[in-house]
């Protein structure tokens, strides 16, 4: 699963960086940072909890 975390992590990298280059594209750079930030919570211990409990999988 981490690979697809890392997938995800360099993909919003991407897009803020082609959404700052592109003439300040707010939506761009919007989206990279939910990705980012996407990203970084699944990579965090416990993550998968929160997750179960908010989708009532558990």
């Keep these: 699963m981490g690979f697809w975390y890392f997938l995800i992590l360099f993909a919003g990298i991407f897009l ?24 970084i919570f699944m990579f965090t211990p416990g993550s998968d909890e929160i997750i179960s409990e908010l989708f009532n999988l558990g």
């Design 16 to 39: 803020v960086v082609k959404g700052l280059s592109r003439n300040k594209e707010i939506s761009l750079v919007f989206i990279g940072f939910l990705c980012i930030a996407f990203s």
